[in-house]
């Protein structure tokens, strides 16, 4: 996804559609990890105190964020552990490319990190001569396609194993034409491990950051987070400054539903906490504002730092599960891309990329009432009239219209009376981007208001 790219949302969505069978095993495939996602929370008869717990404990952590992080960075120092303050994304690359430069770092592996991704930091150390190899399979599936991630837990969810089967062989040296996925993984565990072996730093990503401890917790499935950080003497955690937790107690709560509600899995594969270097090491942590302090200022967008980039949200997103991750001006996609992102969506367009049927709600295990954010989204967005193109002429109209009973009982019998007597390929164009992949509804026989007169007053 290229963020000078300013194509609106229905402009790229309309390139991941064009392919149909893909759009449908793509939403075939998050449907099922939405599945898991159920059997996996109906297996818990707590889940939904948990989720409540889970909100208050990151609500809680929020209203008294100054004074966490103040408790994190003195434990961490105390545990020896460098930490360092960033605040927006420049100063995150300039602190690592720092730490990287005083210890000739020529090679850095990093585990999954939407942090990274959000501050660009791959093509910054880049140009300055310090190789960066990705070493989630899916992370690296994509950084050789030279392609950004589409979701934040399964990044190259868009592609078939035939593309990475292909893409291997060009890469790496596998054989040509294969696609068997246990082939694949074993070729790419072998040429990560070189990797491991040759880099002179590791960065991660974090899950959580224990005030009460001066640690931080790193997830994964396969274990990549921690055979980078304990290789190399150089480990370096870069963190949100949301990602504060206050004691182990919250961090066992939210690990109880991070997976559960990722993929379905009970807990994630590897869950890794660091509390300090190893011997004759050094452990950095940085800590990245970039707009999440301003965020606080709103209190409804500020519900949106409760999240714990399970993912879920996208799961079942119908307009996310359709339209591909690279389809929204943001790093991260789906629902919490837009609660998080919508403000620098130069295009104002990805607000609505959401039928706010409140689906990404019921699932989140933090209750982050995403579809109340979006909608809060487009009000600021129409209150500093940045509307979209096209809806900034024609939403002043339907408002009038929908005000007013008369208006639109007139509009929608004209409407009803259209879709009788003219043919769907003159009306579809009305209907925008939104006709584009649907059929016209058929019209009822009469309006709402008069059917319950009849049967019901």
């Given amino acids: 996804m290229s963020h000078t790219a300013s194509k609106i949302h229905a402009d790229k969505a309309a390139i991941f559609c064009k392919d149909e069978d893909r759009v449908n095993w793509h939403s075939k495939a998050l449907w099922l990890l939405r599945e898991k996602r159920d059997r996996a929370a109906s297996s818990l008869p707590e889940w939904e105190q948990l989720r409540q717990l889970g909100s208050e404990i990151k609500l809680h952590t929020l209203t008294n964020l100054a004074k966490y992080l103040e408790m994190f960075e003195q434990n961490c120092q105390a545990n020896g552990i460098q930490v360092h303050w960033a605040k927006d994304a420049a100063e995150h690359n300039e602190i690592v490319h720092g730490i990287l430069s005083h210890h000739q770092v020529k090679k850095l592996v990093k585990s999954k990190s939407m942090l990274t991704e959000e501050c660009h930091m791959n093509p910054y150390l880049e140009e300055r001569g310090i190789e960066v190899i990705d070493t989630d399979l899916g992370e690296r599936i994509i950084q050789l396609a030279g392609q950004p991630p589409s979701h934040i837990v399964v990044?190259?969810?868009?592609?078939?194993?035939?593309?990475?089967?292909?893409?291997?062989?060009?890469?790496?040296?596998?054989?040509?034409?294969?696609?068997?996925?246990?082939?694949?993984?074993?070729?790419?565990?072998?040429?990560?491990?070189?990797?491991?072996?040759?880099?002179?730093?590791?960065?991660?990503?974090?899950?959580?950051?224990?005030?009460?401890?001066?640690?931080?917790?790193?997830?994964?499935?396969?274990?990549n987070a921690d055979m980078g950080a304990n290789l190399p003497k150089v480990q370096i955690h870069s963190m949100g400054m949301d990602k504060m937790v206050p004691n182990l107690d919250s961090a066992a709560v939210l690990l109880r539903m991070l997976a559960r509600n990722a993929t379905g899995q009970p807990v994630t594969t590897y869950s890794?906490?660091?509390?300090?270097?190893?011997?004759?090491?050094?452990?950095?942590?940085?800590?990245?504002?970039?707009?999440?302090?301003?965020?606080?200022?709103?209190?409804i967008l500020a519900e949106s730092l409760k999240c714990i980039r399970c993912?879920?949200?996208?799961?079942?997103?119908?307009?996310?599960?359709?339209?591909?991750?690279?389809?929204?001006?943001?790093?991260?996609?789906?629902?919490?891309?837009?609660?998080?992102?919508?403000?620098?969506?130069?295009?104002?367009?990805?607000?609505?990329?959401?039928?706010?049927?409140?689906?990404?709600?019921?699932?989140?295990?933090?209750?982050?009432?995403?579809?109340?954010?979006?909608?809060?989204?487009?009000?600021?967005?129409?209150?500093?009239?940045?509307?979209?193109y096209g809806k900034r002429s024609y939403m002043p109209v339907v408002g009038k219209v929908m005000g007013s009973a008369p208006m639109l009982n007139t509009s929608m019998a004209m409407a009803r009376t259209a879709l009788r007597i003219l043919p769907g390929s003159l009306l579809k164009p009305f209907a925008g981007a939104w006709g584009k992949y649907r059929e016209l509804p058929v019209a009822p026989k009469s309006s709402f208001e008069a059917w319950y007169k009849k049967n019901r007053s």
Avoid at 161 to 179: D, R
Avoid at 192 to 219: H, P, W, Y
Avoid at 280 to 293: K, L, P
Avoid at 357 to 362: A, I, R
């Fill in 155 to 223: 990044p190259a969810i868009h592609l078939k194993k035939e593309e990475v089967g292909e893409l291997f062989h060009e890469k790496i040296g596998t054989e040509a034409g294969a696609s068997d996925p246990t082939y694949l993984t074993r070729a790419a565990r072998a040429h990560l491990r070189e990797q491991f072996l040759s880099a002179d730093a590791a960065m991660t990503g974090v899950n959580m950051a224990i005030a009460e401890k001066g640690a931080v917790v790193v997830c994964t499935n396969e274990g």
């Fill in 272 to 299: 890794s906490f660091y509390r300090g270097p190893k011997a004759g090491g050094e452990m950095h942590v940085v800590i990245v504002d970039n707009g999440r302090s301003n965020m606080l200022k709103d209190k």
């Fill in 311 to 388: 993912g879920g949200c996208m799961n079942t997103c119908p307009v996310y599960r359709r339209s591909g991750g690279h389809s929204y001006n943001y790093t991260i996609p789906g629902p919490i891309g837009i609660a998080v992102g919508a403000q620098k969506d130069d295009t104002n367009s990805i607000a609505w990329a959401c039928t706010l049927c409140g689906s990404c709600t019921q699932v989140c295990p933090t209750k982050v009432p995403l579809d109340k954010i979006i909608h809060h989204h487009r009000r600021l967005k129409a209150e500093a009239g940045n509307l979209p």
